[in-house]
């Protein structure tokens, strides 16, 4: 057997070298990382038993709606923080436990980005995380959101069993943000990374429709095998199978909800970062990064109507994407020579999307509803029916059925609902659209949009109703709300420029070796890093591992590979427990 493996490696001189870059690799990263100087942030199990569910609004609200007031901010902060989605969160947490003093913006009134939820005439509303895969007991990303939550956020599996090996091709890509940067594009241009992950650079060349096509001649198995393609916003000819892999494995084993909806993240994370010395202010856009004279990101200006308000702090972090930090928040001369700046145009934003949000009358039981999410299709030709509806203009689309109506019920996921609304459901459906539908009153105010705006996005919720109806008959009748979020509600909610859905793309280029080693934390201009999903890529638990990555480019130290060791540190223990 060991013959056969010399004889074959001489025959091989290529493997020679993989195994020898990657034993390097690996010792770079023990030396970087140096798991057992470990910091304090992964050195002990910071999980304690969950407090009871905080329902009073006000109370929620003393957290997570502290308005920005020049007085309330720290003095010698460490950082600063534009935007307070789970990039942010977690980076300052991370950050406030080795000793940061951290202060977290966010332009919204009230913090935690796509995990803030919104309540209007007595339902309350998820709007951006409607499941989250591998938080089960001893998974490791639960681990990580626990640590960073202290536990105080509980996981409700949901009803559905959720739809590979692509674990591999997806360390291929992951490899390349973990070494340094110079280190990893070698790697690429050399062509030794191919060679060492030819599963990663054979999956994020191959479309969804190309390996589906591959394999079956069934449009229907196809239309199923391909259904989930809208978790990542990107018709299935344009997504590599590398990402939906991604996606698949991610919900392998089952799904789950945040007991209390989500706003229970920012909720439970606020008071730590407090803790630690920072704080987390709403209503405080930042019109601009400030650079000193020798290029480096010193602070923020927070622009409101009433003034502006300078911010400085030791480092920036942007969490409100590359295409806002890098085309409108650094001064023009500053960004246009960073090598993120083409990447806006490289990359392209994602799609964007419509929110339809429905009050009904009746509780999960009465109305009986799942605790899951359903994709409604219109026709089983996805990549047809996506692009028909997207060559329509919006009057024309306005009467039709969109093309898929993702419907989903926080009522029916969160066990806390029926007490905290009894009586009450609520639904959320959502489809794709372009931006450009409603680019026309992007400069109007909230609602303040004209009756135009209004009949055009109403026509569209009520479309989307009634394909709603058509999977849950039971719902005719029981309608008592509905309002409609359009792509220039989602700007303004959350501050992505195009209403876009995940930040950045996530077509096959944006999993390129170039691209993949280039989108990271720490960014070519001194003293401003990033932050959230398109530092990996879409998705909570993505984002979350975003604010490791942030808070290991700013302590200088691998906290990745910390975290690994801690995650299998803490699975020991609690099973000697
Ligand atoms: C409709 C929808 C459904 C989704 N469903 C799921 C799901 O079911 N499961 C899942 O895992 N993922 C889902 N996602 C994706 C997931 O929610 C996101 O990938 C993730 O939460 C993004 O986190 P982030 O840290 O990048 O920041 P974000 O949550 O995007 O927050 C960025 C914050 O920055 C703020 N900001 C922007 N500009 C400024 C400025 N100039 N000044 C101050 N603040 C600013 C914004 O207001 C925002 O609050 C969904 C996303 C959407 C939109
Ligand atoms: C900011 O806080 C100070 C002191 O608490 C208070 O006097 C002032 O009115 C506040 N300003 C605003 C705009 O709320
Ligand atoms: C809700 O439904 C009940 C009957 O199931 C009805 O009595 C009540 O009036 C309805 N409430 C609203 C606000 O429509």
Request: charged share 20%; aromatic share 10%.
């Amino acid at each position: 057997m060991t013959l056969i493996s010399i004889q074959y490696l001489t025959d091989n001189p290529l493997l020679w070298v993989c195994l020898l870059v990657g034993s390097l690799i690996y010792l770079l990263l023990l030396i970087v990382g140096n798991p057992r100087r470990g910091p304090v942030l992964f050195s002990k199990d910071f999980v304690r038993p969950p407090q009871p569910l905080v329902t009073d609004h006000a109370a929620r609200k003393k957290v997570l709606k502290q308005r920005f007031n020049a007085t309330r901010v720290p003095e010698n902060l460490d950082a600063v923080i534009i935007g307070s989605g789970i990039g942010a969160l977690t980076t300052a947490v991370l950050l406030g436990r080795e000793g940061k003093k951290v202060l977290v913006l966010e332009q919204h009134d009230k913090a935690g980005g796509c995990c803030h939820t919104f309540v209007e005439k007595g339902f309350e509303f998820d709007t951006g995380i409607h499941y989250v895969g591998e938080m089960g007991e001893g998974k490791d990303p639960r681990i990580l959101i626990d640590q960073v939550t202290e536990g105080q956020v509980v996981w409700i599996p949901m009803d559905e069993a959720f739809d590979t090996e692509n674990k591999w091709a997806f360390m291929g890509a992951m490899a390349l943000k973990l070494i340094p940067e110079s280190l990893a594009m070698f790697l690429v241009k050399t062509g030794i990374h191919g060679l060492i992950f030819p599963r990663y650079n054979k999956q994020r060349r191959t479309s969804v429709t190309e390996f589906l096509n591959s394999i079956s001649e069934n449009t229907e198995l196809k239309a199923v095998l391909a259904y989930a393609f809208g978790d990542s916003g990107v018709p299935p000819s344009q997504m590599s199978i590398l990402e939906y892999g991604i996606i698949i494995n991610h919900y392998m084993g089952g799904a789950y909800y945040p007991l209390g909806g989500s706003s229970e993240i920012a909720f439970q994370m606020i008071p730590i970062i407090e803790r630690y010395g920072g704080k987390v202010l709403v209503d405080c856009p930042v019109s601009e990064i400030l650079i000193d004279d020798a290029g480096r990101a010193v602070g923020v200006r927070v622009h409101k109507s009433s003034g502006d308000t300078n911010i400085y702090a030791k480092c920036v972090i942007s969490n409100a994407g590359v295409h806002n930090t890098f085309k409108y928040l650094l001064p023009k001369n500053v960004a246009a020579i960073s090598a993120y700046y083409p990447l806006v145009e490289d990359v392209g934003s994602s799609i964007s999307y419509i929110s339809t949000f429905v009050g009904l009358n009746g509780s999960t039981k009465e109305l009986g509803l799942k605790a899951g999410n359903t994709w409604a299709f219109h026709s089983i030709e996805l990549q047809k029916m996506i692009e028909e509806y997207f060559a329509l203009r919006v009057e024309e689309a306005a009467d039709l059925d969109a093309p898929f109506c993702f419907i989903s019920f926080p009522s029916a996921k969160d066990p806390s609902w029926e007490y905290r609304y009894p009586g009450k459901s609520a639904a959320l459906l959502i489809t794709l659209c372009p931006y450009e539908w409603f680019s026309a009153w992007e400069k109007q105010r909230c609602k303040h949009r004209g009756e135009d705006y209004v009949d055009l996005k109403e026509r569209i919720g009520r479309q989307m109703w009634l394909q709603c109806q058509q999977v849950f008959p039971q719902l005719t009748g029981k309608m008592e709300y509905i309002e409609v979020g359009t792509p220039i509600t989602n700007r303004h909610y959350l501050g992505y420029p195009k209403g876009e859905m995940y930040g950045l793309d996530h077509k096959l280029n944006r999993f390129s070796p170039e691209i993949f080693t280039k989108l990271r934390a720490k960014t070519d201009i001194p003293g401003l890093y990033l932050t959230g999903q398109d530092v990996v890529t879409g998705g909570f638990v993505s984002s979350l591992h975003s604010g490791v990555f942030t808070a290991s480019a700013i302590l200088n130290r691998n906290l990745l590979i910390n975290l690994h060791f801690a995650t299998k540190d803490i699975k020991t223990r609690r099973k000697i427990e």
